[in-house]
């Protein structure tokens, strides 16, 4: 699978971006660890703000209960376990730390 360590191993690219240099994009930045570090600490806030949101809708859409509303909340609820297994797939490859051979007992 390509994750954000990969990328930290590539040199930064030129070509079309190179030439907005004031744009206010660092590409060394977004290569080195802070960046990276950074870049993966946002997706995981991205599914876990999502989940909370659809948990709400969801909810709120549940209580009027028609038919559609009640579709509503199950495609919500199925939202909320994409989400879920997302942020737990980028917990596990991206933020939990990594442990070597001489930190294990």
């Known amino acids: 699978m ?3 360590w990969d990328r930290r191993e ?3 690219e030129e070509g079309a971006a190179a030439g907005l240099q004031g744009f206010g994009v660092d590409k060394t930045f977004l290569s080195s ?3 990276i570090l950074l870049e993966t600490e946002l997706d995981f806030l991205r599914c876990i703000s999502a989940i909370i949101i659809f948990l709400v809708v969801s909810f709120a859409a549940v209580t009027s209960r028609e038919g559609a509303a009640i579709a ?3 495609f ?3 939202l909320v376990s994409v989400f879920a297994y997302d942020a737990f ?3 596990r490859t991206e933020l939990m730390p990594r442990t070597t ?3 294990q007992q």
Request: glycine content about 14%; aromatic content about 14%.
């Open 2 to 4: 390509f994750s954000a």
């Open 10 to 12: 590539r040199p930064p």
């Open 33 to 35: 660890l802070k960046g």
């Open 72 to 74: 509503a909340f199950v």
């Open 76 to 78: 919500g609820i199925i």
């Open 89 to 91: 797939k980028i917990y």
């Open 101 to 103: 051979e001489g930190d």
